[in-house]
Structure formats: C-alpha cells, structure tokens
C-alpha cells in the first residue's frame, strides 16, 4: 500500500468515526500495518491539519478536522451554525429533530426555518430511517448514512428487496456449487477437493460483482449476510481458518427434512395451550390447516 493510499484509509475511517479514532482502531482495521507506517501516517495527517487531537482519559483520540464545511458555514448566521455544529458533530448516523431542538434550545418554527436555509444551501440533507418510517434524521450533505439508518444494500426507499436478495442468495449458491463440483473430479483426492470448495465472502464478492447483477455496490459484509442465511437454510457449512477466516461451502442435504419437521407445532407459542377440545385445538387451528393443504 502507498503512503497515499494509507493516508486515504486512515481519513476514510476517521470521517466513519466523527467522535474520533484512536491508534488501535487504525490497527484493527488495518492489522497489517507496521508501528512505523502508522506513526509516519498520523504525523503526516496531523501535520496537514487533517485531524484534531485530543486526550481521552489518557488515551490519543484523532478526529477529522473537516475544514470544508467550516469554510461552508462561514458567514452563516449564529442560529445556523449551532445547527450545522450538532448535525455536524452527529456523522453519518444523523441527528432527530427533536434532539436538535433540545441541544440548540431553538423554538420549533425557528428550527424549521434553519434546517430549511442549511438545507437549500445543500450543507445538510434529511435522511428517512429504515426501522421508524416517520421519523427522519439530519446529517451533512456529503455523508452516506450508516447501515443502521438506511438499511444498506437490502433496502430501497426503505422497503426491503426481497427479490434483488433472493437473487443473489441463487447466484451466491450457484457460486458455491459449481466449487462443491470440484470434489467430484479433483484428480489429487477429494480431501483437497473439498478444501478447495471452501470460498472466503471475497471471492463470492468478485463473482457477483463480475456477473454485473447488482447496481449497487456491494460489501464483504454483505455478503457474509447472505452466505449465513444460505447456511442457516441448511444449504452451505461455514468453517473458520487458523487465521480467523470465514469460509462457506455448498453442502447437500443426507436426507430430505420429512413433513413431520416442518409441523406448525413446533414452533407454535400456544402448544401448552392446544387441547383436542377448547379454545385452541388442531380441529380449528389456521396453521395446521395451511401445512395439510
Ligand atoms: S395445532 Fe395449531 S394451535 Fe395447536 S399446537 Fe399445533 S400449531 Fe399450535
């Protein structure tokens, strides 16, 4: 990795963290660095004022100095720039209105005048939480919101898509089993045929990203997401590497689930409840009814 490339990582991390990083955040998301890289890094960002430094019961925290939006809310009014600093100081996971209104002690038509001014000035945008369809959350113009409040790559518009899902949950199945295959016809045995069918996220990653299905771009974790639910499913096994890598790979089934797995009562709640007369019985019960269709 080239010192600008590193630079790049460290800010790019810094500016996921607004309340600041310390040395072994760097580290653990970059293992690989040396003591030497990482002080000669730091030095550098602090030296071009990339980062504040501050001391956090004694340990260095460093916090992206983000010199374009003072320059943008330079000859704001006072009132904007309280806003701008809280929504500032909230990063990509936004701050609620009504939080807005507590910290800057602003009165509610005062505050939509504000949000409204920082907003057509592009300084700010509201952004639709996935998990609370009415309520909306502020952050700077420029960020990508967290996960948490967009849902990621699972959710447009906050509505989750089960179709772009189950297409990727097919193709990352076919992945693993066109990999499985090669157990069947590797000339060096079926020991490292299998070793060899186990794929890391990574590559199903490149595969996916490779066949061009997806218009958004997509992350390992995503497809950790994915590569779990196909396990859970009982259509792969995950197995951990002495380096602390995950790897999947297809598997089938020995024998088909029979019917009497899949009876509704085994997971019902009201099975302590269920008699062959009374309130709740088999006779009348909608589940039972769905299973034997
Ligand atoms: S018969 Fe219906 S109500 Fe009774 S335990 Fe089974 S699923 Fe539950």
């Not at 072994?24 to 030497?36: E, G, K, Q, R, V």
């Not at 030095?43 to 260095?60: A, E, V």
């Not at 772009?164 to 016809?185: P, S, T």
Request: proline share 4%; hydrophobic share 35%; charged share 25%.
């Amino acid at each position: 990795m080239t010192e600008d490339e590193l630079k790049e990582k460290i800010l790019s991390l810094a500016k996921k963290n607004p309340k600041g990083i310390t040395v072994n955040d760097i580290t653990a998301a970059h293992p690989d660095l040396t003591s030497a890289e990482l002080v000669n890094t730091i030095n550098k960002l602090l030296q071009q004022g990339s980062f504040d430094i501050f001391n956090q019961g004694g340990t260095l925290l460093y916090r992206f100095k983000n010199q374009a939006n003072k320059q943008a809310v330079k000859g704001a009014d006072n009132e904007e720039k309280v806003v701008f600093n809280l929504i500032s100081e909230a990063g990509n996971k936004g701050i609620w209105i009504r939080d807005i209104r507590v910290r800057s002690n602003l009165a509610n038509t005062q505050l939509t005048k504000v949000l409204k001014n920082l907003e057509s000035k592009k300084l700010i945008k509201a952004v639709k939480c996935v998990n609370a369809s009415k309520k909306k959350v502020y952050m700077l113009y420029n960020l990508e919101p967290d996960r948490s409040i967009s849902g990621g790559a699972w959710y447009q518009d906050q509505d989750f898509e089960s179709e772009f899902v189950d297409i990727l949950n097919r193709q990352c199945l076919k992945f693993l089993q066109q990999r499985a295959d090669k157990i069947k016809c590797n000339p060096r045995g079926p020991i490292i045929g299998r070793t060899q069918s186990y794929a890391a996220a990574a590559e199903v990653q490149k595969y996916i990203t490779d066949l061009g299905i997806s218009n958004v771009k997509l992350e390992v974790e995503d497809f950790i997401t994915i590569l779990n639910t196909l396990v859970y499913d009982g259509k792969a096994e995950s197995t951990v590497y002495p380096d602390g890598s995950k790897v999947y790979r297809a598997i089938e089934a020995l024998i088909p689930a029979p019917g009497i797995v899949q009876v509704p009562c085994g997971v019902c709640p009201l099975i302590n409840k269920c008699y062959s007369s009374g309130l709740i019985t088999p006779q009348q019960c909608v589940y039972m009814a769905e299973w034997l269709e």
